[in-house]
């Protein structure tokens, strides 16, 4: 091989492909991250996950709560890929394609959807509810959407996917069969079985309204990005509720990890530059499972009601908890990521005292988030470090140095102990708040 020839083969390639990732346990603030990133994007994509997540966006004072459709949907230039990993539930897409088409956004031939994605049926959510029920006092607190049950469905090849609705007789074909066997699982739980007739009626318009959106969305992405296109990925809920690195069951039923962009999309993973995660000023989860840094007390009432801190999907109130950095930077570890975003820190305004976790104790001996199983977790002394608070507002501050100095202290110090460059401070939740490093 000449000279010549080795040094084109290993110029850099480039990389025009940037993730976005929840570093805790999901509404860390990504909607209004992406919405923000989504004006020099060319496509957003989403990856994983379905409606379960809730991304909210304020744009013009107002709020956009998206399940489904990607939080690029406001920048008129910006085409939005829902890609293969998603799993769909007809009701809740169609309902959002409407919202935005009542609000005069057009979404004709830039809204993708995967011929590939699987779809959450009716079933679907009534077993998840039932499992639940079922659990009682160890019930998981998923959000009821299907979610587990349609991934089961899918690695069990007993999912049906938007390509099946594309030819209808077999579409209810697929349904059928499935609906029956289900509903045989719903006389075990003693839940009314679901109408069979009465949904494929339902389906029948839902398909209807989506019918027009659906594509080939791996084509389409390989295409934009031998164009050079932009492609920003909308990851869904958070590492720690990754289904294979949180404390599970305590989990989503899908990666939530930038490898996901790989399964999600076909986007392969050399072609992933910046991966930013998004870690809030705080902790929040909702739904069960441990919680090391979780305030139960006044102080977490009055977070939760000044932060807002009530689902968007669900409308539960959040569990709401210090930061967690021994929790994050094992987040940042396994996803690789390469800047931060932190969210959310007006909401920290007023407090005498802040805390952070920086590390685990379990019998008095220091232990790291990676070895702890949900049992470890729900047992161990997290070790914090106390810093001084700030009384300002922050929401019109849109300069680093003009933030309190406590404050400046608090983020610089998540900078230092995280090892990676903070690119983005949310200030407030609409789209002008925040502060550009
Ligand atoms: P996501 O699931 O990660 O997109 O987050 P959610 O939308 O579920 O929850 C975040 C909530 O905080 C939403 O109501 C946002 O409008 C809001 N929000 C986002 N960033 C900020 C911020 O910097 N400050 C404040 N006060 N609210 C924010
Ligand atoms: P966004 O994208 C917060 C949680 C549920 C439950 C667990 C399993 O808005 O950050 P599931 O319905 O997925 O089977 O529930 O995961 N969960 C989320 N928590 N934000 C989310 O999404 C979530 N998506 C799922 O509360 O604990
Ligand atoms: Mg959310």
Redesign the pocket.
């Known amino acids: 091989m000449s000279k010549e020839f080795a040094i084109i083969q290993f110029l850099p390639m480039r990389n025009t492909v940037s993730v976005v990732i ?1 570093t805790q346990w ?7 991250i ?1 919405d923000l990133l989504a004006e020099k994007s060319d496509y957003v994509v989403r990856f994983h996950g379905g409606n379960n ?6 744009v013009n004072n107002k ?1 956009y ?1 998206l399940h489904l459709v990607p ?1 690029g949907v406001l920048h008129s230039k910006t085409n939005c890929v829902i890609a293969n990993g998603v799993v769909i539930d007809l009701e809740v897409l169609t309902a959002e394609i409407d919202m935005f088409i009542k609000d005069g956004i057009k979404l004709d031939g830039r809204l993708f959807i995967s011929e590939r994605c699987h779809l959450i049926l009716p079933y679907h959510k009534a077993l998840d509810l039932a499992f639940e029920n079922a659990r009682g006092k160890d019930k998981l607190g998923t959000t009821t959407r299907g979610i587990g049950p349609v991934l089961a469905d899918k690695v069990s090849y007993n999912g049906i996917r938007i390509y099946e609705l594309l030819n209808w007789d077999i579409f209810v074909e697929k349904f059928t069969f499935q609906a029956k066997i289900k509903n045989e699982i719903l006389k075990t739980f003693n839940v009314s079985p679901i109408d069979i007739k009465k949904e494929l009626e339902r389906l029948s318009e839902l398909r209807k309204i989506i019918l027009p959106f659906i594509a080939d969305t791996y084509q389409l992405l390989q295409k934009a990005f031998s164009e050079n296109r932009k492609i920003l990925m909308e990851g ?1 809920q ?1 590492v720690m509720l990754d289904v294979d690195f949180s404390p599970y069951p305590f989990s989503t039923g899908s990666n939530t990890i930038p490898g996901a962009v790989n399964t999600g999309a076909g986007i392969p993973v050399q072609k992933i530059g910046d991966i930013l995660g ?1 870690v809030k000023a705080y902790t929040s989860r909702v739904g069960g499972g441990p919680f090391p840094t979780e305030l139960t007390d006044e102080l977490g009432d009055e977070i939760r009601e000044k ?3 009530f ?2 999907t669900t409308g539960r109130p959040r569990r709401i908890g210090w930061l967690d950095l021994e929790a994050v930077k094992f987040a940042c570890q396994v996803s690789g990521a390469t800047e931060i975003a932190i ?5 920290l305004s007023g407090l005498e005292k802040i805390k952070v976790c920086i590390g685990y104790k379990l019998n008095g001996k220091s232990i790291p988030y990676s070895s702890c199983g949900y049992q470890e977790l729900a047992k161990l002394t997290p070790v914090y470090k106390e810093f001084s608070g700030w009384t300002e507002d922050l ?1 019109n501050i849109n300069k680093f140095a003009d933030l309190p100095n406590n404050c400046q202290n608090y983020i610089k110090f998540i900078e230092d102990f995280l090892k990676i460059p903070i690119k983005l401070i ?4 609409k789209r002008e ?2 502060i550009k490093l």
């Open positions: 929840g999901g509404d860390e603030g990504k909607g209004k992406v997540a809730g991304h909210t966006i304020v709020k709560p939080s869904a958070a998004v932060g807002q801190e689902g968007t969210t959310k820190i007006d909401i929401t949310s200030t407030g939740p708040e925040y």
